[in-house]
Each structure stands twice: as structure tokens, then as C-alpha cells.
């Protein structure tokens, strides 16, 4: 799930509003679940919370009734282990008990995790998570099975995250960077470009801007600067924009190199 996620809090808004953005990309085969998805309110014996999914048996918690908000990246780690609490019912912990982000770390510091170790289908069991309260306050949380960073929204009013780690030391959770896993490298990319946006749009964000940032094809690499890495006669990154696309898939068909537009489209 090569998500891009943002979040703004008002000093970062044009209309003093806060905003969270979740780039939710899957592979089209699952559009044929997704596209059944619907908004609806979920009751609980804590906060009611508004959720994306089927009633009665899939669903995303998105925003309770107190204003606390979540969206996040699914992230490959190998600091792991199979015991403890699913992140999904983490964050629904978290929107039917929690109504500002101090609440939710302490949550999140204080569940026995369960983080599933691997950087293929693994990753969906694993989440960088963003919450955002009414208050205006916002937090960026990284995880592992062991460990756990935190980041509050600074004076800049925007955040950021991919499907890597990026504040949580990748030597203590495994998780990955381009030396080791060339799929991630995309993820490095979207990143060096949500930052440049988020500052350019810092103190212009709205609903508009959010769009275009959320359907933005630029290429920002500046954080692949200490790896090596395969850039296609295409001039993209596989999964590299955040809008993502299948830019090379038919570039690598047509020059037979099935295995690379097989990875390329699970990425993209």
C-alpha cells in the first residue's frame, strides 16, 4: 500500500481549518472490494467514530466524535513479533477512548504491539500513524514490536509520512532503506516531495490545496542522495510521485523484463 499521507493543523491553513490527507493506493484488482467501501458512523460502548469500509465486517476508523483524527502508511519492518495488539485494534482504541493525540501515544507506548516482521505482505499488519485532535494539536507515531518514536506538528504546522520509517532509528525497527530493499526507494522519493510541498503550501493549506497535493506527479530525490539507485530510461522512480501510477509497467513489457513490471505494478 504505497500511501502518502499529510496532515496541517491551522497555522499551516489558509481558513485556520485542520486537514488530514490519506493517499490510499491499491492495486486495481481490489478496487472490486475498495469500490463497495462507504462512509458510515460506527457506534461503540466509548466515542462513536465515522469509519470507510463494508458494516458488519471490514472497516477503517477515520474520526470520532470528539474531533481525533487517523491516517497512515503501511511500513516493513524486522523488529517483530506475532503476540500483542493488531494496530487495528489500536486505532480503533484510540478513536473510541482517545480525544487528543497525548492520549493516543500513551496507547500506543503502552499496548504490548504486535508488528509482523517482513517487507511484503507483512507490511499491512504494521502503520505509521497520524493523528490529529480538535484542540489542533497532531502527532507522527513509528513503531515497532520493541520500540516507539514520536514526533509533535512544530511551528512549520504540517507532517508528513511514507511507508518507511523516518523518525524511528531504522536500526533499532529494520525498517528498510534503498540499500537493502530496492521497492522502497519509491517511498524515499514520495517523502523528499511531501516535505517540499508541505513547506511551499505551509500557511496556504485548504481543501484545493490538499487536492493538488494529493494528485501531485513531480519527482523530489533529494533523500536518495546516500544511495545507489535504478532510475529507468522513463526518468521516474518506480512509486516515486505522489499520485501514484504504473509509469514503467510498459516500459519493462516492452523490454521483456516481465519480473520488473510484475514488481512495479504491486508497488505502483
Not at 496507547?107 to 502503520?127: C, K, Q, V
Not at 522513463?234 to 499520485?243: K, P, R, Y
Amino acid at each position: 500500500m504505497g500511501c502518502t499521507t499529510v496532515v496541517a493543523v491551522p497555522q499551516a491553513t489558509k481558513d485556520g481549518e485542520i486537514y488530514l490527507l490519506w493517499n490510499f493506493d491499491i492495486l486495481r484488482p481490489a478496487k472490486l472490494i475498495f469500490d463497495r467501501f462507504r462512509m458510515f458512523v460506527a457506534s461503540s460502548e466509548g466515542y462513536s467514530y465515522v469509519a470507510w469500509g463494508i458494516p458488519g465486517w471490514l472497516h477503517i476508523p477515520l474520526m470520532n466524535e470528539k474531533g481525533l483524527c487517523f491516517v497512515g502508511n503501511a511500513v516493513g519492518m524486522t523488529d517483530g513479533g506475532a503476540k500483542g495488539t493488531t494496530i487495528w485494534e489500536i486505532v480503533e482504541k484510540a478513536l473510541t477512548s482517545c480525544s487528543t493525540v497525548e492520549e493516543v501515544f500513551k496507547l500506543y507506548s503502552d499496548s504490548d504491539r504486535l508488528a509482523l516482521p517482513g517487507f511484503s505482505a507483512a507490511i499491512f499488519a504494521n502503520f505509521n500513524s497520524i493523528y490529529a485532535d480538535e484542540q489542533g494539536g497532531a502527532v507522527t507515531i513509528e513503531y515497532s514490536k520493541n520500540h516507539i518514536a514520536v514526533r509533535h506538528v512544530d511551528e512549520l504546522g504540517v507532517m508528513v509520512e511514507t511507508n518507511h520509517h523516518q523518525y524511528l532509528d531504522r536500526k533499532l525497527s529494520g525498517s528498510a532503506d534503498p540499500s537493502k530493499q530496492k521497492a522502497i526507494t519509491g517511498s524515499y522519493a514520495r517523502l523528499g516531495r511531501a516535505w517540499e510541498m508541505a513547506k511551499d503550501y505551509s500557511g496556504q493549506f485548504d481543501l484545493e490545496a490538499m487536492m493538488r497535493f494529493a494528485s501531485d506527479h513531480e519527482q523530489n530525490y533529494s533523500l536518495l542522495s546516500d544511495y545507489e539507485y535504478e532510475v529507468p530510461e522513463t526518468g521516474l522512480v518506480d512509486d516515486s510521485t505522489i499520485c501514484c501510477h504504473l509509469w514503467n509497467s510498459g516500459w519493462y513489457l516492452r523490454k521483456l523484463r516481465l519480473k520488473k513490471a510484475v514488481k512495479a505494478m504491486l508497488e505502483g
